[in-house]
Each structure stands twice: as structure tokens, then as C-alpha cells.
């Protein structure tokens, strides 16, 4: 049979999308261009998350695999590079916002309580996806947990909470996902099921640590020679050992199980880091790359987002019972999941610095 011609305006459903703007009153007409501009705006922005959320779940899926194709990792940095260039348009859309005035947003702002930007069910699955822990969360301001924020009026299961759970409940996160690929990730040549793993994983951090060390001895040396007094040069010497001793203790390795999996992890990274010229580490270098872009991209947008607020409507209590500006710029600073991946920038050496390996053949071009 032969296929029904397609118009523009039915394959994006431009009729059904344009009668979404009516908020509350259901009809556009009824309301002011202020109001239907800030409909808009967070429709678009739900629009954006929802994407998102199917990258970064693509992502997540090909990183779950056992093992990763090398080829597979070229698409996950392809879908990060997507989400990082939503996010960057995202921040774009706060200007669109900003055209509106407090008097403006007064008119019509008590037709969303006690509603809040809090309560957007897609933002808080992407951060859930990525893996945040619950324990990191900042209270909003009510003495509730946020999934209680999402209930229903009369308390029951709303849409938003049924969305959230059944985020909550598919795992790995994306970290999750991440880390366990880190740990299975071959450190000079030996991934963590081979024999001799745990003696290669060793010499690889004894010497990096004595190459560091090394280099903040030397920084150290420079920095001594340019003070002035023998107070700052006590203080010197002391914050370079502290730099030292917090490395060493970052690459700590406990007894229990979980601790190796965590020194192997942060090897791994630093691995990576170290030695990304190697052509089989091209991509996973990139990848790491584009995880630490995306988080810095996120907490632009939450900075952003507080200083769009700040402006429209001061520091008042939001419509949701939250601390308001005080909440956002909370998050703004302390909401990171990638922790680890950004440690290891203070780690990092002069490429010339790096120790040897004994199998930098192993990450070259193979044939065939």
C-alpha cells in the first residue's frame, strides 16, 4: 500500500501542541501574554528534559553492556555531546524569561500556588539517572522529602511521584553504569579478571605517586624561591605536603571489597587522563570529557536559573513553600555526581612527567 502523503504540521502535531498554552483557565485567550510566555517557556524546558532523558538513558544502556565495544563509545560521547548542547540552549531560554517583569509575574504568580518548579518530575529523573544519592539532596525549604513534594493534593500517588519511583527503580544510573566499566577498564595492559591485575594496578599508582609528588615538589621549590618571608614560606611548605598526602589518601585502599573496587575506579580514571594520546584511549577520554562538560553545563543552568529568579521575583518564599533563591543556589554549588572524574583534574601531571609504561603496545591501532 502506498504510504499517506505527510504535511508539517501533522507530523509535529503543530494543532494539538498549540492548544497547550491555556493553563488553568484551559483557553490562551483568557489569559495575558505574560502568563502564556511563561507556560511556554517550562513546556519547552519539559520538552528539553525529555530528550535528555532518552540520551542520557542511551548512554546508559551502552555503557551497561559487558564488555563495551570500543565502537559504542564514539555514539555515547555523540549522545552527550547532545545533551550538553540542549543544556546550553536551556540556559539560553532564562533570557526569554527575563522579560518579564515582577509587577508582571505578580498579576498572575497566586494561580500557581502552592505548584513550584520543584515538583518537575522529568528534572528530577534525569538526576536520578545520572546518580545522585538521596542523601546528597538540600530540603527545599518544607520539612518533607521532595518525593512528598510530588504527591497528589489529597496525598495520594500523582503522575509526577509514579514517574519518579519507576526512575528510581531502574538501575544501573548512569554512574552505576560508568564505574563499573572504569573497573573492569585494563590498567597497563591488565583488566581486574587477569592474573597479575592487583601487582600491575599497584606499580602503576606507585609510580604515578612518586611522579606527582615529584612535580608539587618542584612547583613547591619555585614558589619558595619567590616568597618573602620565612611565615609564608612555612605555609608553603605545609599546603604542598597537604597536596601531596591528599593524593596519596585519595588512591588509599581499605580491606574491604568495596574499597579496592574504589581505588581500581579512580585508577582508572586517572589512567585514562594520563595517558589519552594512546589511540584505544581516544574515546574513553572523550567520554570522561563530556561527563565532566555536561555537570559544569548543569551547574551553569542552575546558577543561571537562580539569578533568573533572583531578578523576576527577589528573594520571596516560592510558590511551593521552598526557601526560594536560597534553595537554587544551593544546588547550583553543591549538586555533583561525578565527584571523582573531577578530583582527578587536581591530580593530573605534565604529559612529559608521566611514568612509563610496560604495555603501551596493548592500547595502539590493531589490525584486523
Known sequence: MKPKPTNYWEYIRVEELLALQGGLAGDAAKLSNDEVMFITVHQVYELWFQLIRRELTSVRDLMRADPVAEQEL???????????????????????METLSTREYLAFRDKLMPASGFQSAQLRQIEILLGMQESERIPYGLDESYTEALRAHDGGESSALARVRQQSADRPTLKEALEEWLWRTPIDGRGPREP?????????????????????????????????????????????????????KFFERGDTPDSARTQRIRAAMLFIATYRELPLLAWPRELLDTLIELEQVLTIWRGRHARMVERVIGRRTGTGGSAGVEYLDQTAMRYRVFRDLWAIRTLQIREEAAPGLENDDFYGFRNG
Open 74 to 96: 564514539s555514539k555515547a560521547v555523540a549522545c552527550m555531546r547532545r545533551v550538553i548542547a540542549i543544556l546550553r540552549q536551556a540556559i539560553d531560554h532564562f533570557e526569554v
Open 196 to 248: 597479575g591485575a592487583d601487582a600491575a594496578l599497584a606499580r602503576f599508582l606507585d609510580s604515578y605517586l612518586r611522579a606527582h609528588a615529584r612535580e608539587v615538589d618542584g612547583s613547591c621549590a619555585l614558589a619558595l624561591e619567590r616568597s618573602r618571608s620565612e611565615d609564608d614560606r612555612q605555609r608553603l611548605r605545609v599546603r604542598y605536603e597537604q597536596e601531596k598526602a591528599s593524593v596519596r
